[in-house]
């Protein structure tokens, strides 16, 4: 994130509500793939007392899809021309 980060200061972008919708973008994308790490984790290396079930997982699985979607729309959004 902070490579990023000085990769935009380089770039010459210097607009404060620029730079604020860039880090919430990539904060999603991280989120996305936090969200989906998080669940494999814990539903594959904790022992059964402890592994994340019920209102927790659907919870972590609606974040999962919520931040899924809109990485998607990002990512198709600001690379489409190139695929």
Request: net charge positive; charged share 10%.
């Amino acid at each position: 994130m902070i490579l990023v980060g000085i990769a935009i200061l380089l770039s010459g972008l210097d607009q404060p509500l620029g730079l604020i919708v860039i880090a919430a973008s990539l904060s999603g994308v991280v989120m996305f793939i936090y969200s989906g790490l998080l669940i494999y984790i814990n539903r594959r290396y904790l022992p059964a007392p402890i592994r994340i079930r019920g209102v927790r997982l659907v919870a972590l699985l609606w974040a999962f899809g919520f931040f899924g979607v809109f990485s998607v729309i990002l990512v198709r959004s600001e690379f489409g021309e190139l695929f």
